[in-house]
């Protein structure tokens, strides 16, 4: 069982920059790849990026890459994600996800554990 907390949202202006934390209980976390998903209003929820095991695998969608990047610390039990350039168009409610695989999947059925999330709000 892993059970998983965002923090870090808020609201901030266009071209600025956000860190995104999720802390995870139990002990096997750093045995789980770890992915971070959006929910805009009316749309449906979308991959952003995941992280292998061991951090040696990062994807991301087309959408943030080069300006999201994943980190985790196996140690800490945390999985982060660092947003600059953000826009108006990244405002959701972002989740992070933990799936019982050593590989990162892009898809939101493959993980077994969801955070509630945390809001982003992006003004122009």
């Known amino acids: 069982q892993v059970q998983l907390v965002e923090s870090g949202g808020g609201l901030v202006q266009a071209g600025g920059s956000l860190r995104l934390s999720c802390a995870a209980s139990?002990?096997?976390?750093?045995?789980?790849?770890m992915g971070w998903f959006r929910q805009a209003p009316g749309k449906e929820r979308e991959f952003v990026g995941a992280?292998?095991?061991?951090?040696?695998?990062?994807y991301y969608s087309d959408s943030v890459k080069g300006r999201f990047t994943i980190s985790r610390d196996n140690a800490k039990n945390t999985v982060d994600l660092q947003m600059n350039s953000l826009k108006p168009e990244d405002t959701a409610v972002y989740y992070c996800a933990a799936d019982n695989r050593y590989s990162p999947s892009i898809f939101q059925g493959d993980y077994d554990y969801w955070g509630r999330g945390t809001q982003v709000t992006v003004s122009s």
């Open positions: 139990g002990r096997t976390f750093s045995r789980y790849a």
């Open positions: 992280m292998s095991w061991s951090g040696d695998k990062t």
